[in-house]
């Protein structure tokens, strides 16, 4: 694959959520600020055994709970109305996405998760792809704040379940 020399920049992210079933939403006015914390091969936590002070091996001894990730949005209205669904109705499970379902299998619980697939537009900068983060079951909040123009900060936790929680391209 041919890889674009042009950094990326803000107008060149989307990112999108969807719930289980049918339910998508693009995220509108935001800052272009996503970060994800603490990737690392395989998510698995480390342990470090010691004599005396001194390291001697290290195990993998468990996966990571959760994948961390935060970005901002402009305040459009925190909730939207029955038929045009905002960021807080992903969030708080309001609105268009009351009937959303959650991206973790019924059979492992009631959390409500969702997918967030982030995409960094290279195919027209040169590239033979775009560029594309997912993280599946994805549990969210969000805060609110006044302000020119007002902000929902959203954080969030990619939670490590199965193998298919976390897909790089």
């Known amino acids: 694959m041919a890889l674009a020399t042009t950094p990326l920049v803000p107008k060149d992210g989307t990112i999108v959520f969807s ?3 049918a339910l998508t939403y693009t995220l509108v006015y935001e800052d272009g600020d996503l970060q994800v914390s603490d ?6 936590v ?3 055994f010691k004599d005396r002070g001194i390291p001697y ?3 993998d001894v468990e996966r990571d709970e959760a994948i961390e990730f935060s970005f901002t949005a ?3 209205g925190v909730v939207g ?5 905002t ?3 992903v969030v708080m499970r309001l609105k268009v996405w009351a ?3 959650s991206t973790m299998p019924a059979s492992t619980g009631d959390v409500y998760t969702v997918q967030l697939a982030w995409t960094g537009e290279r195919t027209d900068l040169g590239a033979t792809a775009d560029t594309t983060l997912t993280l599946k079951y994805c549990r969210l909040s969000m805060d609110f704040a006044e302000g020119v123009p007002g902000k929902i900060s959203v954080k969030g936790r990619a939670i490590c379940y199965s193998t298919d929680y976390l897909t790089v391209s």
Do not use: P
Request: without cysteine.
């Open 19 to 21: 719930d289980g079933a």
């Open 39 to 44: 990737l690392k091969e395989s998510q698995w």
């Open 46 to 48: 480390t342990q470090v």
């Open 57 to 59: 091996s290290a195990r």
């Open 74 to 76: 402009h305040a459009i």
């Open 81 to 85: 109305d029955n038929t045009t669904a």
């Open 87 to 89: 960021i807080g109705d």
């Open 99 to 101: 009937a959303a379902t």
